[in-house]
């Protein structure tokens, strides 16, 4: 008799034991906050070449020298500038594979600049290019309040997300109940609206006309799953 039991309790259907499968209505949020941005990080190189290594090395600090003086003119603070490498080879003519001659060393400075004065962009450049400076590697915009921003933009990404649930539940003649889970999309997009370079131009493309910061963009994405209720 026991055994039987047993057999019959192991071939009760399962939807009984676990009950009604639960209801719920899945919605996501979006959102996007655009604000003028007050730092920038602009990135400039010097490349100097001459067949004597100590002359290619001596023009190039002279014009790194140079630049960061009137830059500092302008009002920018010394601890706010910093080189990040220092680059010297020989280069060839013609080919790597199929070298016809040495041509010189080439030494390249790199140098960044960081400034919360976004209005100096200009003045800046128009001062490398009389230093020599003959690169500029990228300008970038930011805020100093993106970690603020970037939490702003996922609060309204949920409040999308809870809006356009409660708009379908309420169709259906439901309402919404307690979320299920959440889940952040990929990371907070965070970009410039202007000025994002894919290449390095020469610092004459830069100075050719004004350089303006646009605006920054902050964005979020949030998936909510909520419960449905009667």
């Not at 500092?72 to 990040?84: H, P, Q, R, Y």
């Not at 960081?114 to 009389?130: C, K, P």
């Not at 609206?193 to 006309?209: F, H, K, T, V």
Request: hydrophobic share 40%.
């Amino acid at each position: 008799m026991i055994r039987c039991l047993l057999l019959a309790f192991m071939f009760l259907p399962i939807c009984g034991l676990a009950g009604e499968p639960a209801r719920t209505v899945t919605a996501t949020g979006h959102s996007e906050i655009r604000v003028a941005p007050d730092k920038v990080i602009l990135k400039f190189a010097v490349e100097t070449l001459n067949e004597n290594l100590n002359m290619a090395k001596q023009a190039n600090d002279q014009i790194v020298t140079k630049a960061l003086d009137l830059v500092k003119e302008l009002g920018v603070s010394a601890n706010t500038i910093k080189t990040d490498h220092l680059k010297i080879e020989p280069i060839y003519k013609g080919h790597k594979s199929h070298a016809t001659g040495f041509e010189g060393y080439r030494v390249t400075s790199s140098i960044v600049i960081e400034s919360h004065d976004v209005s100096l962009v200009n003045q800046l450049l128009t001062s490398l290019l009389e230093a020599g400076v003959n690169r500029v590697t990228n300008i970038n915009y930011s805020s100093n309040d993106y970690r603020s921003l970037r939490d702003k933009a996922m609060l309204l990404a949920l409040d999308a997300a809870k809006e356009k649930a409660q708009a379908m539940a309420e169709h259906l003649g439901l309402k919404i109940g307690s979320p299920v889970s959440i889940k952040e999309g990929a990371s907070p997009n965070y970009r410039s609206a202007s000025n994002s370079m894919l290449r390095e131009p020469a610092i004459s493309d830069w100075a050719s006309g004004p350089v303006a910061p646009g605006e920054l963009s902050i964005s979020s994405s949030v998936t909510v799953v909520f419960e449905l209720v009667d």
